[in-house]
């Protein structure tokens, strides 16, 4: 008899001890989620406050270069603007992050890549990002309607009849068989190769008054050169490097320091292209 009174004891009490400690879990889960939540809820708060008050924005204007969009932008805000992301709108739309910094009270112009195939570009879309208590934050945007070309006429890399090369010029579209598919995506399939190497280099085109040079992506195998010439065909700067993988390699965001009048050059032992030529500014 005393045997069966313990049972229904014993069930009681670790029925009771359970409830506890699950009650207990959920208490210590439900502390740890409203704790998460309010900071969540905090950092939103901080962010918002820090980007209607301290970031100021303006688009002063952008260009439609062909290969690249040229977008100058103004930061009247408080703080540093620690990167870009920005939307090309047309007949599609196309986001990019662009990692260039502007000062607070500075000015800037940016080139953006243009993806190969884009067309009737109409307008930018500006979302700055910034840093909040040490993380990258993303703030409202600023539109601005595109102008044609602002003036500034580059050698537009999708055309044969801007360049010279010592072989045949091909689209880079159309060699994208041979391309490590792991690297291709849409914007980098603009521009135009030299499928077994050799030199292409531009028409003479004007660096405006403001900038620092010219910027453009490459596809190479083998060595390489690429330089910055005058009408004189005076070499005014030379990067010259190696591919020594033996596949065909990206070589992104190139820049040549250069003014007034000048020619491109590019030169790749095994492969060689130019693409996404575009003009930039040191701040």
Known sequence: MKKRGISPLIATVLLIGFTIVLAAAIFQWGGSLVEKLKAQSEEKALTKITCVSDVNIDIKQACNLIS???????????????GLTVRLIGDKTYVQKV?????????????????????????????PRILVDGKEQTCDSKIKNVDPNCGIQLPDVNDINDWTGTGNL???NSLSGILPPELINQYNLNGLALENGGTITSVEFEIPAGFSGVVFDSWVKGNYIFELIDSADKVLVTKPGSVTEGAISYQGLIHLDGAET?????????????SQLGLYQYQ
């Open 68 to 82: 690249s969009a040229l977008i100058t932008i103004d930061n009247k805000g408080n703080i540093n603007v620690k």
């Open 99 to 127: 990692d260039e910094e502007i000062d607070s009270f500075g000015a800037k112009k940016i080139s953006v890549k243009m993806p190969y195939g884009i067309t009737n570009l109409k307008q930018v879309e500006v979302f």
């Open 262 to 274: 000048v020619k491109l050059k590019v030169y790749g032992s095994e492969f060689i292209s130019i």
């Open 170 to 172: 091909a689209l880079v």
